[in-house]
């Protein structure tokens, strides 16, 4: 709910991938590990809200995974490397 409010202009199939990506994340307790603080839905949207804005949503996901990646290592796995629309 919180990423179609965000990114009202991202399809289905987008914030399903990101959904899924950001539930991995969380599973895997990296963030919280590296950060000191849960992954909360609110915190997606608002590090998604740093990216550049003529990101798309998947890009910005990716955006953010490679900083947090450059930042701490171990965050590529998280990245979205395909989806398909439905």
């Excluded at 289905?12 to 991995?24: F, H, M, P, W």
């Amino acid at each position: 709910m919180l990423l179609r409010q965000a990114h009202a202009d991202s399809t289905v199939a987008e914030r399903r991938v990101v959904s899924r990506a950001a539930g991995d994340l969380a599973d895997s307790g990296r963030f919280g590990e590296d950060r000191g603080v849960a992954l909360t839905p609110q915190a997606v949207v608002e590090e998604l809200a740093d990216a550049p804005d003529e990101l798309g949503l998947v890009e910005r996901w990716n955006w953010w995974m490679g900083s947090m990646d450059l930042a701490h290592g171990g965050y590529e796995q998280f990245r979205v490397r395909r989806f398909e629309e439905a």
